[in-house]
């Protein structure tokens, strides 16, 4: 039984299909997040100070700038997912909700390879 009126599906308007992938990449990244939140807690911890030179020496580890940009590569993705979310939910304005979905992008993308190029200029 077709629920949509004439006039709906006269124009094809309905479900664009991207809300259930959207959520499955949410949770997948969500998943990701939680051994490398983790690792991250637990490797700062067992370092004896925050000292430049400490933090720099743990960088210098081969595996460490690896796991560290993944870890904040994948937080600024699921940021973002989280704040288009939000974003579509609240913002009714067409033009003002599509300026700010195009800004979080940017934004996350530039934090995300602005972070990346930190960790690398210090560990190398």
Do not use: C
């Not at 709906?8 to 309905?14: E, F, K, P, S, V």
């Not at 637990?42 to 870890?71: I, N, Q, Y």
């Not at 940017?106 to 210090?122: C, D, F, G, K, W």
């Amino acid at each position: 039984m077709n629920y949509r009126t004439p006039l709906a599906r006269a124009r094809g308007l309905g479900s664009a299909g991207e809300g259930a992938h959207h959520w499955r990449i949410q949770r997948i990244s969500a998943i990701a997040l939680l051994p490398l939140s983790l690792w991250f807690a637990l490797s700062l911890g067992s370092l004896d100070s925050l000292d430049f030179d400490v933090v720099t020496a743990w960088l210098s580890k081969p595996w460490v700038p690896a796991l560290l940009s993944l870890f904040f590569a994948t937080a600024y993705y699921h940021a973002m997912l989280g704040l288009q979310v939000v974003i579509e939910d609240y913002v009714h304005g067409e033009l003002v909700r599509n300026t700010l979905l195009i800004g979080v992008k940017l934004l996350a993308a530039l934090m995300a390879v602005s972070t990346i190029i930190s960790i690398l200029r210090v560990a190398l």
